[in-house]
């Protein structure tokens, strides 16, 4: 259920950032996405998670800061990723809505307080400080001055996060950890890899911030933890997914019909 509301936020989310009908289409494609459907059929705590944030941030951009944290609780609650998605996405609002600035950085330190229990037992469980390779590489650093160790977890962390922008797991192996898993599918069909390249060129030329924020901050809470290709710790990557492709499908007619006129 959580899953299907989720198609219509989107389009309610976007619709004045991006226009109606390319909210229309990100709503359509989010519907048919192998990664949004794999998770929605399984009922996956994180289809909910992503709902409560796409219905939070409804909320917030309409300056409802009360019942946008209430939502935005929940989705917390809900599953893990929130709990670092959130509070970092608020502040970088925060960053570039000047005006209300103040509220939304009260409203980024009212979700880290609210899950800071829940936060500091499971990072001990699930951190990528409890990977073996990590753990051995920590070993041979012993001794060694703490800017070496930095390094290291630097290291670690940058690889895990790099990982969630590789072509293979769009479109290739990104749905591997499902059980039963698909052979060889990534997190989206290979025929949208045109479109995705037409609107990662659009966003290289426009960089509306709050996109830059939500691609940038939504692979962190997986590049933190254990596991490599995590598609389900990185569902908050599925929307500007959608969007882009969304926006290339656009740009691919308008080309078109400029050649016809040609």
């Known amino acids: 259920v959580s899953g299907t509301i989720a198609i219509p936020l ?41 709902t409560l944030t796409l219905l939070g941030t409804i909320f917030v951009l309409r300056y409802n800061y009360a019942l946008s944290a209430i939502i935005y609780s929940l989705s917390l609650y809900s599953y893990h990723s929130p709990k670092l998605f959130l509070p970092l ?11 209300r600035a103040k509220s939304l950085i009260l409203l980024a330190l009212l979700l880290l307080i609210i899950q800071l229990p829940s936060s500091t037992s499971r990072a001990q469980v699930s951190s990528f400080l409890r990977d073996p390779e990590v753990q051995l590489s920590l070993s041979d650093f012993t001794g060694h001055p703490l800017p070496a160790r930095i390094f ?45 390249l037409l ?22 809470p997986a590049a ?25 499908l656009f740009r691919s007619i308008r080309i078109i019909r400029s050649i016809r006129l040609i």
């Open 10 to 50: 989107v389009y309610i989310l976007f619709r004045k950032l991006l226009g109606a009908r390319t909210s229309l289409l990100a709503a359509f494609l989010l519907a048919v996405s192998p990664w949004h459907l794999r998770l929605s059929h399984a009922a996956y705590e994180a289809n909910l998670g992503l």
């Open 199 to 220: 609107g990662l060129i659009w966003l290289l030329r426009h960089r509306p911030k709050w996109l830059v924020a939500w691609i940038a901050i939504a692979p962190l």
């Open 152 to 196: 290291l977890y630097f290291s670690a962390i940058s690889t895990r996060y790099l990982q969630y922008f590789d072509p293979s797991f769009y479109f290739v192996s990104g749905l591997d950890l499902t059980h039963p898993s698909p052979f060889n599918h990534g997190v989206d069909y290979l025929l949208n890899l045109p479109f995705l």
């Open 89 to 99: 996405f608020v502040l970088g609002l925060a960053f570039i809505h000047r005006t």
């Open 224 to 248: 933190l933890t254990l596991n490599n290709y995590h598609f389900v710790r990185t569902l908050p990557l599925v929307i500007p997914t959608v969007i882009l492709i969304s926006i290339g």
